[in-house]
């Protein structure tokens, strides 16, 4: 239907991607874009490393390996044509101990089958041609492995939505969803709009947005900080590209890994530990409200008992350099506590099932006139474009 006005609840980079895509394919339906924030991609897109993944590490047929493929492509075109940092700068996933070598093994057909381009199988040997100061005992290379500027492509897609006469409505809290006839109002403090159709893309608020849409309690967010050493400039050069350890299947975070940036800083990190608060940035931020909500959950509780070792070590790196850095010169070797001064944070939405389990894949629902994306953690940023695709169609084609 022609005339139609869209809603989307959220300016970060999926959120800005789906409208820009509905503004191209329906033309004539106006989308507003309502964002609590006074500008765009605050949260998760503006604390983002800036890595666009090739897809080497999800399950075939997942959303997560089919919208990471096809993300890819759609990203570096569009950095192409605007003018956004796209570099090539290549990836190793190292293996530093014996028994990394048969999940590597694993991994690497898992990026066969999802037709990685151009990865190949490197011996000890190769290592040091690819990257002279890097360690390990064997690695993947996925030399098609980029970065980009996230919060840079975020604001085109603003522009394009603006271009095609959509609207960006920021400072806008969202407190409540009402179905009406024929629609949906979405209000805030001081107003409220009427649109046709709602897609939510609320972030580290997903959750507690689409319950005020009527969706159940399930996945619930749990907040990850995420923090970053940096290597000092007069050491940057000791990385030439991205150096990855093999990552742990039972979680879904990366490990500590050295990641270039285009600004031309080269981050270590990050670690992964329980923010006190969903926009927790700092150790010392906490929210009470975030913490109750957290302990009445018994998936927190369930994921806690499965996982509290693993979370005790990751916070001895959050208050230790030198426990931080134990890991990361293995896979640099030489490169320690000296090398490095303490870099920024983000926060990982990640979505927790009531049982304790860690929801890996993207999670999309539609119920009626609202769409939700209950889990949308990496490679989302590198899948935005993919992402959006695939809402417009389950929008207005049920598919």
């Not at 975020?154 to 271009?163: G, H, L, S």
Request: glycine share 12%; with cysteine; aromatic share 6%.
């Amino acid at each position: 239907m022609a005339d139609e006005t869209i809603g989307i609840v959220g300016a970060g980079i999926v959120g800005l991607a789906t409208g820009r895509e509905i503004a191209l394919r329906r033309p004539g339906t106006r989308v507003v874009v309502l964002e609590k924030e006074h500008e765009v991609a605050v949260h998760q897109t503006g604390h983002n490393s800036g890595v666009v993944h090739a897809g080497i590490y999800y399950a075939p047929g997942s959303l997560k390996a089919d919208l990471c493929v096809r993300g890819v492509a759609l990203l570096r075109d569009y950095c192409r044509e605007r003018g956004v940092p796209y570099r090539e700068i290549g990836k190793l996933v190292t293996a530093v101990r014996p028994d990394e070598l048969g999940r590597m093994a694993n991994l690497y057909e898992r990026a066969r089958n999802n037709h990685v381009p151009d990865l190949r199988k490197v011996a000890k040997e190769e290592i040091k041609e690819i990257e002279p100061n890097a360690g390990g005992i064997a690695a993947l290379h996925s030399p098609r492995t980029a970065i980009t500027d996230y919060p840079a492509v975020a604001r085109e897609f603003a522009q394009d939505i603006e271009a095609a006469g959509g609207e960006l409505r920021l400072g806008f809290p969202v407190t409540s969803i009402t179905g009406v006839p024929n629609g949906v109002e979405v209000g805030s403090a001081r107003d409220r709009v009427r649109v046709d159709r709602l897609i939510l893309c609320a972030g580290l608020h997903s959750d507690t947005v689409a319950r005020l849409a009527g969706y159940g309690r399930e996945p619930r967010i749990i907040p990850f900080r995420g923090e970053y050493m940096l290597l000092r400039p007069d050491r940057a050069h000791l990385v030439r590209g991205l150096v990855y350890p093999v990552p742990d299947p039972r979680y879904p975070f990366l490990g500590v890994h050295f990641t270039p940036r285009v600004d031309g800083t080269v981050e270590v990190g990050p670690n992964a530990v329980l923010a006190l608060a969903r926009e927790g940035y700092r150790l010392t931020s906490i929210s009470p409200r975030d913490l109750l909500g957290l302990a009445g959950y018994p998936g927190a509780w369930r994921m806690a008992a499965q996982h509290w070792r693993t979370g005790i070590e990751e916070y001895r790196g959050s208050l230790s350099a030198t426990a931080f850095m134990k890991d990361a010169g293995l896979y640099v070797p030489g490169v320690g506590v000296k090398d490095v001064v303490r870099g920024g944070a983000g926060v990982r939405a990640q979505a927790l099932d009531r049982d304790g389990t860690l929801v890996d894949d993207f999670r999309i629902h539609r119920e009626g006139r609202v769409t939700a994306v209950r889990n949308a953690p990496s490679p989302a940023a590198t899948a935005s474009m993919a992402i959006a695709e695939h809402i417009v169609d389950a929008v207005f084609t049920g598919t």
